[in-house]
């Protein structure tokens, strides 16, 4: 299947609670880190929630 890498760009100082949830259930702590996870709808929905403060790449 497919894989998409999730990089955190900007903080989240001043962001909603609910897109702090978001960045954290994606397991990104720190600006700069990168995750691999699997390209789910579930995975997919949680990145777009936060698009504004990530990068979405697809690798295989």
Avoid: W
């Amino acid at each position: 299947m497919a894989q998409i890498k999730i990089t955190l760009v900007k903080g989240l100082v001043n962001q909603k609670p609910n897109q702090r949830a978001s960045v954290q259930t994606l397991g990104l702590r720190k600006i700069g880190q990168s995750v691999v996870r699997e390209d789910t709808p579930a995975n997919r929905g949680l990145a777009n929630a936060v698009r504004h403060l990530v990068t979405i790449e697809e690798t295989d």
